[in-house]
């Protein structure tokens, strides 16, 4: 939950693409040289090009569009339209694993999904200055996430989690890189928005994917990503208590 205050503080002056891509490769330099140590290097070289791919569609582009949300619209309605994401991983795990759908879950999900469009039907307006596009942002980046678990557990199943968490954050990397480098900001930012990327990449991605991987791994898909319905409740008090917003 404290990501979504870590990206409004280092977008602020670093900018949205290099807050991303100095987040995963922070993550990617704690993350690699402990795979390396545990002896399961292996299994990131075997399966490096899913691993990889799994890095940009998990990490990159969605952190890239979360740091442009919370530029435009308040940390706390961000976590709320985050929580879409085992949404989106429920109807990838029926679709795609065959993950059955009890009555329950078709009724939770029609709640879920009607919730958002309540939540967000008043607030999305894409005249200039509007919020739409910051909406429409984050449900992409939770659909990201959805599809991304899916993936996962189906083409990556019996894979090391510390593996699949250190080459996603080096496949993020590699894919931000010529990105974060062009925007880089011209003026070294201060320290605030320096510890706040420390933070990004050191607890919330590198020590966050090793527990979200395993997750998956143990639980299935679309389990593991109902984690995201608890990140509304700490980055909206984050955003209220630190940030000032209502």
């Known amino acids: 939950g404290s990501s979504f205050l870590f990206m409004r503080l280092g977008a602020a002056e670093f900018g949205v693409v290099a ?4 987040r995963v490769g922070i993550a990617a330099a704690l993350l690699l040289p402990i795979l390396w140590f545990s002896g399961h ?7 490096a090009g899913r691993i990889l791919y799994i890095g940009l569609l ?3 582009l969605p952190f890239v569009l979360f740091s442009y949300a919370v530029m435009n619209i308040s940390t706390g309605l961000s976590s709320i339209l985050n929580a879409t994401a085992p949404l989106f991983g429920a109807v990838f795990a029926w679709l795609w694993l ?3 759908l ?12 009607a919730g958002v469009a309540l939540l967000a039907y008043d607030k999305a307006s894409f005249k200039p200055g509007g919020t739409g596009w910051a909406i429409l942002a984050c449900l992409l980046a939770s659909l990201c996430y959805g599809y991304s678990a899916s993936f996962t557990k189906r083409y990556l199943s019996g894979v090391n989690p510390l593996a699949i968490a250190s080459g996603s954050q080096l496949g993020a990397t590699l894919g931000l890189a010529i990105p974060t480098i062009w925007w880089w900001p ?7 928005p320096w510890t706040a990327l420390l933070m990004l990449g050191v607890l919330c991605s590198g020590v966050a994917y090793i527990l979200y991987f395993r997750l998956i791994a143990q639980l299935g898909p679309a389990r593991a990503i109902t984690v995201t319905f608890l990140v509304p409740v700490f980055a909206v008090s984050y955003g209220v208590t630190l940030l000032g917003e209502t």
């Open 41 to 47: 290097w292996s299994a990131l070289r075997q399966n």
């Open 186 to 192: 011209t003026e070294n930012p201060g320290w605030t």
């Open 19 to 22: 807050t991303a891509g100095a």
């Open 102 to 113: 009890t009555t329950p879950r078709v009724i939770g999900l029609v709640i879920g999904f």
């Open 98 to 100: 065959k993950d059955r």
């Open 58 to 60: 998990n990490s990159a």
